[in-house]
């Protein structure tokens, strides 16, 4: 099994839009950033809804089909479950909104952060069933599988790295994403898969047995980063590619021999390295990283 | 199933000594932490390998000995992973040695925390190969257990979090640690199994499955604490008892349902917040928890 040879194109690289939303520092529009992606001859990109709305939904399909810039996914849905059966409701409407959002700018798939505790993200926990949330999530995401397949968006479940549980993902293996995409989708239709991301998966001792598991129909999207020793926060400390403990080409090998062919998308939190830096710096390390060690 | 009654007893419980090394910023002595326990009503405790070595083994063994205060564990062999034969070499004197001081002091059993990347823990990761090190860990548990089974210490491969791969242990679900377990014993003798410890597995979906799947003969030791909402430290902002999220009543419930009729032993690294206070009312605080939450 040979990899894709990267080094000498840029096809299968995508820009998660998180990784240089922050530039020395400061918010840059998503506009700002679609340029400066096209300028080093990046075609991909994978944007977040608030950056999307900051600009408004068309302005940002406009100017993606007039570069001809396409994308390697839509940041996201999910964000489940409620305390009561009016935010649990809400949650579907907005995912319906995600799901149209995604269809809109033409997205091979809509990303699921499926959510957790309801009020941990603000440190205020409703209660602590997580067999609760996970029933709601799975609930959750079946409603809103039964709406994306009559539009004909795929939605690519991501599994959270476990010390993001509590606050906001209850799926945190690819095993237990793939066991509830088995019990929605027992077809393997291709509408619902999951979001392979490094960060959140590469400890797992049963991950190659579980992305050969996945196989092609399953594996709607790969993401890319790396993890830092010392990790000196939960949420916005990841590292380049090429500067943690990450087997990079190994993963990816994993992925295409189970005939994952789509992009490497390069999704870096980063507050207090590359959220520092110009973003032309960042995308230029990126797009050699991608061709080097990704 | 109910629940043993922890309310109107202390007898289950155990204060791992990492809990109250620091009291008001400062590192105490052994001997004065095991006098607080004492005077207080513990009745066990968990001490670890460089505190004991700071005092004395013999003097540490005799003060236990005159107070009638027992062990719940020892803490701690593993870090057996190494760059080369020398090392490996180095790690297995080592854990005999461990081995002979948990007996000395008649411990019910020797944790393991069994290592990862060598010079991870330093930021300097010597490789990335987690699959070699895993084999490494087998290996020397292997060699440790041979050793162990002659002394009649207990081996008690505790699965660490997942945020912990790269530097303290690559075994890092129960599932795992049970699939060494299975593999290096299995006859289910009582010399290999496992410490559970809340903080590291209660986010896994297989948890209650695997805690049934180790039964009486594997379930060592059982250790409590909190996850808190935000977690601002991936090693040390461990919470009281509590205070966070985690599910104490439920996961003891299948402990005990498995057979487990060992201690609760509080374990709680907090840099922030417990290591600042005094000692006394950590510990009070620990009682108080223990009777009402644990």
Known sequence: MTLRDFSTSLDALSINTATVRRQRGAEVPLTHIIDQCAA???GAISPWRDQ?????????????????????GYCRGGFYPATDRAGLQAALD????????????????????????P???DGRAAHKDIARVRDEVRDGIAATLEYARGVGMPL????LHPMQAADRACINTLEQALDVCDELDPGRSGALGVAVDVYHVWWDPKLAQQIARAGHERLLAYHVCDWLTPTRDLLSDRGMMGDGVIELKKIRGWMEAAGYSGHAEVEIFSQRDWWQRGGDETL?????RHRSVV
């Open 40 to 42: 080093l001859g990046i």
């Open 52 to 72: 999307v709305a900051a600009v408004g939904l068309d302005q940002v399909a406009q100017q993606l089909r007039a570069l001809g810039m396409g994308l390697s």
């Open 94 to 117: 907005d995912n319906r909104r995600a799901v149209d959002e995604a269809k809109t700018l033409d997205a091979p798939c809509l990303v699921l952060v499926v959510g957790s505790l």
């Open 119 to 121: 009020g941990a993200l």
């Open 156 to 159: 690519a479940i991501e599994p």
């Open 284 to 288: 230029a390390t990126c797009i050699e």
